[in-house]
């Protein structure tokens, strides 16, 4: 049983995918605590009532990001965890942090990295009339969106999307992407060596692109 320990900020939609993929599919893997620096996260209560563990480290509470970084890695070291996984979690985390979790830090973030580091993915995406848009999961380096990509999935831009409907199309994909990364991830089938990534023990030269067919509404 690999154990996983969550980092979010806000309403925690994917942390919940992740939670009731790991309860359905009875992987090797379980969240063992949950860790957000905003105490009134959405996803702390989520987390509650599937009886994780909860923390709070608010970053206003600390100076600089060294030391709020510094509080975040005591907080979690305790769970002694395998893997831990950002699921929206909105702080910039500092080189250090960073390569303490190397090859065991993931993130997901809301556009078909490379493109569309950072933050207002949706409407940057609209305002330059792309046709394509999406989520990817990558292991987290000291690079901003910028570590190796493990998976993607692309999501159609429609003529008449806003920024909200977008992101709400990117969401529903989010959360199939997500679980089933994590999932190999947990199987032993996924790992970072050298920046590079490797899936049952093969180099990705490209992202794995999933495709779960497009849905109209997310469950958030
Ligand atoms: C998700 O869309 C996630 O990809 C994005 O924030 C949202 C969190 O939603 N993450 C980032 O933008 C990270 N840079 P959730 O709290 O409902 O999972």
């Not at 977008?166 to 050298?194: C, D, K, S």
Request: proline residues 5%; hydrophobic residues 45%; glycine residues 6%.
């Amino acid at each position: 049983m690999i154990r996983l320990v969550a980092l979010i900020s806000g309403r925690g939609s994917n942390l919940q995918a992740v939670i009731d993929a790991l309860s359905a599919q009875s992987l090797a893997a379980e969240v063992v605590a949950v860790i957000s620096n905003n105490s009134n996260a959405l996803g702390l209560e989520r987390a509650r009532q599937a009886g994780i563990v909860t923390r709070v480290v608010d970053h206003r509470d600390y100076p600089d990001r060294a030391q709020f970084d510094a509080a975040l890695h005591q907080a979690i070291q305790p769970f002694a965890p395998d893997l831990v996984f950002l699921a929206g979690f909105m702080r910039i985390l500092g080189a250090e942090f960073v390569n303490q979790y190397h090859g065991r830090l993931l993130n997901i973030h809301p556009s078909l990295l490379p493109a569309y580091r950072g933050l207002n993915t949706h409407a940057r995406v609209l305002a330059a009339g792309d046709l394509q848009h999406g989520a990817s999961v990558h292991f987290v380096t000291p690079k901003l969106d910028g570590g190796p990509v493990i998976a993607r999935v692309a999501v159609n831009v429609h003529p008449d999307d806003d920024p909200e409907r977008l992101a709400a199309r990117v969401l529903t994909q989010e959360h199939q992407l997500y679980p089933m990364v994590i999932g190999w991830f947990a199987a032993g089938r996924v790992r970072l060596h050298n920046q590079q990534v490797y899936l049952d023990d093969h180099p990705l030269s490209q992202p794995v692109e999933l495709d779960f067919g497009e849905s109209s509404c997310a469950a958030l």
